[in-house]
């Protein structure tokens, strides 16, 4: 199959197939005579893993270990294990960090009941250089 089937076939741009490719996510595939890439199921596969990984926000230097890995049918998992509890772990900081901002922005939402920017609390809080942008309501 041709790229474009394998981009439609695996939800992926042609662009993002051929970066991957440059990369050694995917290995270089056959070309036909009329110098057209040709695509097997075993790239289809690949890229739906790939794929799957990506929306997982696996980076791709784990993505690497880990089709590395696929490609290892007797390796054992552990270390797919933890590269996943790592990004779990990375998932869990995020939605922390997500926590706090959307708390922040809250307080400054809640903050300012003033009608010009002269009087703004928010922008007072915002331009003020010693703190945080914690509302000082």
């Known amino acids: 199959m041709r790229i474009n089937e394998l981009a439609e076939r695996t939800g992926m741009a042609s662009k993002t197939i ?5 990369i050694g996510l995917l290995p270089k595939p056959h070309r036909s005579p009329n110098g057209y890439r040709d695509y097997g199921e075993s790239d289809v596969e690949r890229m739906v893993f790939i794929r799957r ?19 290892d049918k007797q390796a054992p998992c552990s270390e797919i294990d933890q590269i996943i509890r790592d990004q779990l772990e990375k998932i869990r900081s995020t939605i922390q960090e997500l926590m706090r901002l959307e708390e ?14 002269s009087e703004c609390r928010i922008v007072r809080t ?12």
């Open 104 to 117: 922040s922005l809250n307080e400054l939402a809640q903050c300012c009941r003033y009608d010009t920017v």
């Open 53 to 71: 990984c990506r929306e997982l926000q696996i980076p791709l230097d784990e993505l690497k270990v880990l089709v590395r890995l696929q490609m």
């Open 126 to 137: 915002l331009t003020d250089c010693g703190k945080q942008a914690k509302p000082d309501c």
């Open 18 to 22: 051929r970066y991957y490719e440059d």
